[in-house]
């Protein structure tokens, strides 16, 4: 099989969040690639042929080639679960398959881009915590304050025990007051952003283009 450890996304996929010059926005964005994934469809049929697993999706899809989805309500169960795509076209999704017989499948199924495995620990009005939950990692807190349309502020907790509580702040206080910036938009207004992460479960890269005139990629 096909490693999985490393998810891909950016704001042309269909259903990609969107981060605009709002409140919040940034944090749609991690939402949904660090915890929860997107563009969720169900799947009109899951065909297993020579060790390939061909879903169709009449609506479309968000997948590409070498990102990663999650497939559940497949039976056999073995189809289930993250899989690293290796071609698509409009309306089909293929994945490698190890020991499963030609077959279709069953079930009411579903496939989705898969989040990067991150848990967000504390929220509140436009406030998000994540951390890894891999402990062979720091497992240490990325606070993310999106309360502004324009910037959101950035601080890393080794410790926290709620969403404005924590110990051993970095950078520090005295280094930057309020943690660093990460813009978003030139403008207050909904005018969509371009942005790209990767991620896995201990690391992420994040990219911004806070211009509309910025190209995408």
Known sequence: MLDTSVKYFHSGMAGAPVMDGTAGSLLAVLDACLVNGFGLKTVDSLV?????????????????????????????????????????????????????????????????????????EFSG??????????????????????????????IGYETMSDINTGTGLFPSTAQRPGGLYWSKSQSADSTRREWILIADDRMIYFGRAHRSDYPEG
């Open 125 to 154: 009005a436009n406030l998000g915590a994540y951390r890894s939950p891999n402990i062979l990692g720091t497992r240490m807190y990325l606070r993310v304050d999106d309360t502004n349309a324009t910037f959101a502020r950035i």
């Open 48 to 120: 297993v042929s020579n060790n390939v697993a061909t879903a169709t999706i009449n609506t479309g899809h968000s997948a590409e080639a070498d990102v990663v989805v999650e497939i559940a309500g497949a039976t056999p169960s073995g189809l289930n679960g993250q899989q690293k795509v290796i071609a698509v076209t409009p309306n089909t999704v293929q994945w490698e398959t190890t020991g499963i017989a030609d077959q279709t499948a069953t079930g009411t199924i579903s496939l989705k881009l898969a989040g990067a495995d991150w848990v967000k």
